[in-house]
């Protein structure tokens, strides 16, 4: 009988874990649209899986658009900023909410700008109202961040105040005290 209760105490104490990453991974924001996120692989988009995605305490919903002069000029930045984390131990995610007036214009804007993060598929662009919300409506590049619970953090009110977003991110995730948040708002 010992023996027996000390088998479900193990495989009780074992499933807890398992449990609480899954309820890591279900940002209420994101989470609908997880079978519609694409990422770059060579010369195509394919399907994303969103596994460890879901899983950053902070996500950086990137509407920008390849024909758009400030997007180009803002976007090598946020590469390197998101390229410079621990490999597999992202602080932050990247999701391109595109702006482009095409499919092909998307996969050449992630091209040309080495955008290894993942995007909305284009043609699912049209229907997510719930993350256009996120969009603040002042030009691009815009930047919302939202934490996990699609709470925003940081969100840019102009098409040139990117890359001060970007840079609160990072003092953010440094646990550096940062100056007033003026760009948090709820969508």
């Known amino acids: 009988m010992n023996k027996i209760f000390r088998c479900f105490l193990v495989a009780g104490w074992l499933a807890v874990p398992g449990l609480a990453r899954a309820d890591a991974t279900n940002n209420p924001a994101l989470a609908a649209h997880a079978q519609d996120l694409v990422v770059l692989q060579g010369e195509k988009l394919v399907s994303f899986k969103s596994d460890t995605f879901l899983n950053a305490p902070y996500t950086v919903l990137y509407f920008g658009a390849g024909w758009c002069p400030d997007c180009r000029k803002f976007s090598p930045g946020l590469v390197e900023a998101y390229n410079r984390q621990a ?79 970007l840079e609160q991110l990072q003092r953010l995730l440094k646990g550096k005290p940062s100056r007033p948040l003026e760009h948090a708002s709820s969508p």
């Open 87 to 165: 490999p597999g131990r992202n602080r932050f995610e990247v999701l391109l909410l595109t702006m482009d007036k095409t499919a092909e214009g998307m996969l050449k804007f992630m091209k040309v700008e080495k955008m290894t993060w993942p995007a909305l598929a284009f043609d699912k662009m049209e229907g997510a109202e719930d993350l256009k919300k996120y969009y603040s409506g002042h030009g691009i590049p815009c930047l919302s961040v939202i934490d996990q619970t699609g709470a925003v953090v940081l969100q840019s009110k102009s098409d040139q105040d990117a890359a001060p977003v």
